[in-house]
């Protein structure tokens, strides 16, 4: 299944970026480049969800709009895409 969720990037005053997930609780990433930054966010988000849809209730947040959300000048903001295979009960 694939999710997409919105995600936040900011540059912070050291000069690498910051990321993090208006709609994924305590769901953040950093890197020293915006580039490093969207792929640690990828693998921070996968993570999230993955631990999330393996509980037994499994609800997933709805997804804010970006005109929505409260931003920082400067502020860049990445659709973030994570695919998720359910093998449970799959032979090879």
Known sequence: MKFIYPAVIRKNEAGTFDAFFPDLACCRASGDTLEEAVDRANEAA???LY?????DDGQLPPVSDVEDMELLEGDVVRN?????RFTDGWDE
């Open 51 to 55: 631990v999330e849809l393996m509980e």
């Open 80 to 84: 973030i895409a994570v695919n998720i």
């Open 46 to 48: 996968y993570d999230w």
